[in-house]
């Protein structure tokens, strides 16, 4: 149990970070917030994008850096001097060139393969900056750095106009830890003592450098509003720096700062509760049944949030079965994917997103600005609502069971003519018990079973 604002806040233990639970939610009245939260429940999907100096090593973002964390990040190369790997690390900026990345083919593949909004990582907790800030020279900017140069340098911002431009929403990670700046901790190229996520001292004993930190942070995330935006989420990771753990960095102050440049952006300060998460993140797992909170589900198309080498990616069946089970609970689902060390997209990621984007393009109506629709998911048959119609989607996650020729929907509301989404045909059915049942025709069963079929209900 978290302790917030003098409460004892309830956090559910699921997946790689606890999350706040519903009970702690904390609704916001600020009426531009709440237009934006409910702009946010129709999204439905984001691409979330994991880039740093990590990717031309593909190894786990930023976590290797902190000693207390080795035994799970730095599994994948035998670094047995850690600084020695510390001081190469943080060298990686004078080679980081991704010169074959496009911003506009991004955000092109984005909207073609039905993503709403983009979440990208400004900065990890490597403090590696992707922008062109002024207050810092750990960034893509850096006279040392030689990308630098090309005309994308500042990535930050453009991606975000390039995204815009396609009418995608923007959304900006930020970690709110810095493990490069010496407001937080002494840099570790010189620093021989054993590392951990939090700074390198403690703020109650240091207040006037701590403060130095906290105006860093505020600086730098109101420059990202202020040079980069709109923006439409401010997305904080590094839950552990927070009043309740003496690293206050007085976050709601910074996020009123921010709505005065961007009015109703939304603030996610993950894992802390309070007024400033304004929606939940559970991490590579799906909450078992509907929040009644606005939530987002951050899963990966790899293996990780990172790029590796040869990684194995989610087949488009598998991303469907997902997606509805999210949307049927009435969450979002953020989609990670990370490019390679050029720059690109990987091919066979862009081989699953195509595969999503196609199933998007017919059966979005069935996902996009829907809300939960009880009795949400009954095994593979999941539920959503808009408008007056029901949407039942039957999924065929292992793509080898039979279409059946008659099928029981378990919606039990008011039902007066269904139709198959994708063509508009009428579909007989029969009411029954707690539901009715349809008949599915014969063209429709003879060949390998569809990713979903989708019923739409008024």
Known sequence: MA????????????????????????????????????????????????WGLYCQLGITASWPLSDEDAGWSRKAVNWTDPVTFKKQYYSLYKSFNPIRFQPEEWAQMAKDCGFQYLLFTTKHHDGFCMWDTKYSDFKVTSPDCP???????????????????????????????DW??????????????????????RPAEEPERWEKFVQY?????LELCQDCGPIDILWFDAGWVCARNGQDIRLGGIVEEARKINPGILSADRTVGGPYENYVTPEMCVPDKPLGIPWESCLTLGDDFDYKFG?????????????????AKGGNLALNVSPQPDGRIPVEAMDSLRGLGEWLHTYGEAIYGTRICAPYQVGDIAFTQKNGAVYAIRLFPNGREPVEPELFIPYSGRVSRVTFLDSGETVPFIPGTDGFTVSVPAGRRMSRPPIAMVFKIV
């Open 180 to 201: 490069h700046t010496p407001y937080y901790r002494t840099p570790e190229i010189a620093d021989p003592n054993p590392t951990h996520r939090g700074p390198m001292y």
């Open 3 to 50: 302790e917030i604002n003098g409460t004892q806040d309830a956090v559910v233990q699921e997946g790689v970070h606890n999350y706040s639970s519903a009970e702690s939610y904390v609704w916001p009245t600020d009426p531009a917030v709440l237009e934006k939260l409910e702009w946010f429940q129709d999204q439905k999907l984001a691409l979330m994008i994991h």
């Open 147 to 177: 990308y630098h140069i090309n005309e994308h340098a500042n990535i930050v911002k453009s991606m975000f106009e390039a995204f815009r431009a396609k009418g995608l929403g923007i959304g900006a990670y930020f970690s709110k830890a």
């Open 311 to 327: 990684d194995r990616y989610k087949t488009p069946r598998e991303l469907v079965n997902t997606l509805v089970g999210i949307v």
């Open 217 to 221: 942070t505020k600086n730098q995330v």
